[in-house]
């Protein structure tokens, strides 16, 4: 079923623009804005959709090399990834079912083909070049101000204390979180976390380490 695109509008919650959809059935619904979309543009989702800007297709119909976004990780589960405004990932390959798509952070990650993506990249991509010029704009976002812990006491955090920047306590030690946990250089993903076989090659670029 054909969609016309409606109106592109603001969303406060999301980097990126939303575009009104309204079907032949006068269903209405929204998606995230690609780059190129314009008002008056008809979409389509499906297996049999064209593989144009703004169209929705199963990883194994979309034509490799081809820039995509808004991906599914589960046949049918819905978007997951790839969402921010300027963002998209890169059809590699096909093997065995599964396709290998390059996200932004540069990790490789194997999706199954049945897995659906829209065509293009997320607009809005000047967003990442706004300044905000003051303290008060980014409180105005609802981004409350934040105090270092090296200049808290010790009771209130594990860095605070001592006579000035004394590093905690007066003593050097490691950077860490209001509960102890380490602030810089400590991994966060779970190494036994069942994903992981999905992942080729990680953000940093070296290969994923298979047992």
Avoid at 65 to 87: C, M, T, Y
Avoid at 157 to 177: A, F, T, Y
Wanted: glycine share 14%; proline share 6%.
């Amino acid at each position: 079923m054909e969609a016309k695109v409606v109106a592109i509008e603001y969303d406060p919650g999301r980097s990126a623009r939303i575009a009104l959809l309204e079907y032949s059935d006068k269903e209405k619904t929204y998606i995230v804005a690609p780059d190129g979309m314009k008002l008056g543009d008809v979409l389509m989702s499906g297996p049999t959709a064209a593989p144009i800007v703004g169209n929705a297709l199963p990883l194994e119909n979309i034509p490799v090399g081809v820039s995509i976004h808004n991906l599914e990780l589960v046949p049918g589960r819905g978007a997951q990834i790839v969402r921010s405004a300027g963002s998209f990932a890169t059809l590699m390959s096909r093997d065995a079912g599964y396709a290998q798509v390059r996200l932004p952070s540069g990790e490789i990650r194997r999706i199954h083909e049945k897995c659906l993506a829209t065509i293009g990249q997320v607009g809005n991509a000047q967003w990442e070049n706004v300044v905000f010029g003051k303290a008060g704009r980014t409180i105005w976002l609802g981004k409350r101000p934040m105090s270092r812990g090296m200049v808290r006491n010790p009771v209130d955090h594990p860095n605070g204390g001592g006579q000035g920047k004394s590093k905690g306590g007066g003593g050097r030690q490691h950077l860490m979180s209001p509960w102890g946990k380490l602030a810089k250089g400590a991994r966060t993903r779970n190494k036994h976390k069942l994903s992981n076989r999905f992942i080729l090659v990680r953000r940093d670029g070296r290969p994923m380490k298979r047992k």
